[in-house]
Nanobody, 124 residues
Framework: QVQLGESGGGLVQAGGSLRLSCAAS??????MGWFRQAPGKEREFVVA???????YYAASMKGRFTISRDNAKNTVYLQMNSLTPEDTAVYYC????????????????????WGQGTQVTVSS
């Protein structure tokens, strides 16, 4: 059974950093990514990474957030720096939908394996 599990969320002060982890089991995914959902807002794309390390970011995330993966451990990471209260959200790990995903997609519908989410709260 395919499972994705996030960890590493928590409460930090503005300007601080967190590193999120997402461990996958069941199979290895070619492309994995991160989404987030803030209170009162729809889920939005953050970043994705391919098996070979190629990445694409939402424009507002590039420069502060960095995605990486360890294929041997079947794990993807999200390093978040210079956090602001606007980054407060539930962060979700996701993997591509086989047969319909295309490189560069930021659409929720193109990802069909999801973790349960980890809460990130940034205080002023």
């Amino acid at each position: 059974q395919v499972q994705l599990g996030e960890s590493g969320g928590g409460l930090v002060q503005a300007g601080g950093s967190l590193r999120l982890s997402c461990a996958a089991s069941g199979r290895t995914f070619s492309t994995m990514g991160w989404f987030r959902q803030a209170p009162g807002k729809e889920r939005e794309f953050v970043v994705a990474i391919a098996w070979n390390g190629l990445t694409y970011y939402a424009a507002s995330m590039k420069g502060r957030f960095t995605i990486s993966r360890d294929n041997a451990k079947n794990t993807v990471y999200l390093q978040m720096n210079s956090l602001t209260p606007e980054d407060t959200a539930v962060y979700y790990c996701a993997a591509e939908r086989s047969g319909s995903y295309y490189w560069g997609s930021q659409a929720i519908a193109d990802f069909d394996s999801w973790g349960q989410g980890t809460q990130v709260t940034v205080s002023s």
